[in-house]
């Protein structure tokens, strides 16, 4: 089926209230984009979602709809109606599951370790497979924060060691972790849909009895060999305490979710507790990375 795509440009004050005029029209979907590329950061448990200050909102319309009614009834009701800014689009007419799944292919990072989602074949049957399906919760391995984490777990020998995934998403670090040798992995995130994604993960791939999973509130006091924290700039400054209270006695910690520019602040705050390695970054992200004193 042939679509058309509305484009309204917003900021942080009225993307809300565009995405329910434009439902409030017909759209089949309403999503929104960064109209800027700027990072916004991970909420905190409880705080309101925020929205980039240059927010593109888009509807997404059945070709038959009647568009010259829709943004007749979106100017009436806009606050500079005369100038609202928009653009509408066709969108080309495919089998979008198909495509889809064209997009993710296995990936390999380090040495060992292999990331495949389940329609593919698996290239190195002898290697440190994880079978992982692009879903609901962040982490297939794509983006780069991932990857810099998975490269430096592929990176330790993880024989009989007990890892803590702060902001486990997908699972995808602690499935990585557990194949990759680990004894146990605890996960832990504030979404309950993404604990369900490390849970169901966890089966496919047969490590679901070394995996324990928690919401905050519910996290265990322990102390682990390998800390790794995949949550964003913000999240890991103000939870730096919490982060390290999981880090034992000269264990290592990975950081990432960090963009360059704010990577010296978080080395310099995780170095009150940990010898820092330097920091290892990929297109504009970075790892942070170093052992317990």
């Known amino acids: 089926m042939p679509w058309i795509q509305l484009r309204l440009n917003a900021d942080e004050e009225t993307a809300e209230k565009y995405s329910d005029w434009l439902s ?22 409880g705080d309101e979602v925020i929205y980039w200050s240059n927010t ?15 943004l007749r009834y979106l100017k009436s009701i806009h606050p500079d109606g005369d100038n609202m800014r928009y653009k509408l689009e066709q969108i080309e007419d495919k089998d979008w599951e198909r495509e889809w799944m064209d997009n993710f ?22 290697a440190v497979n994880v079978m992982l399906d692009p879903g609901l919760a962040f982490g297939t391995g794509t983006h780069p924060t991932t990857a810099l984490c998975l490269t430096w777990l592929d990176s330790l020998d993880l024989s009989d060691k007990t890892v803590v995934d702060f902001g486990c998403g997908s699972g995808i670090l602690s499935l ?64 730096a305490p919490t982060i390290m ?24 705050l995780y170095g009150n507790w940990c010898e820092m390695e330097p920091v290892t970054v990929q297109e504009e992200w970075v790892r942070l990375s170093g052992r317990r004193k």
């Open 105 to 126: 292919h296995p990936m390999k990072f380090g040495q060992r370790l292999w990331i495949c989602p389940s329609w593919r074949e698996v290239p190195e049957p002898d």
């Open 245 to 268: 209270a999981f880090v034992g006695d000269k264990g290592l910690l990975a950081l990432s979710g960090v963009l360059e520019t704010q990577a010296e602040e978080l080395q310099s």
């Open 176 to 239: 990585a972790a557990l194949k990759l040798g680990a004894k146990k992995v605890i996960g832990i995130d504030i979404d309950p849909q993404a604990l369900q994604a490390s849970k169901e993960n966890a089966k496919r791939n047969g490590v679901e009895d070394r995996l324990e999973l928690y919401l905050p509130k519910d996290q265990p006091q322990l102390t682990a060999d390998v800390v790794v924290a995949n949550i964003l700039a913000g999240p890991l400054r103000e939870l």
């Open 56 to 70: 593109i909102v888009m509807g997404l319309y059945d070709a038959s709809y009647d568009m010259d009614k829709v």
């Open 24 to 45: 409030a029209c017909g759209a089949q979907a309403v999503t929104f984009i960064d109209a800027k590329d700027t990072p916004i950061y991970e909420p905190l448990p």
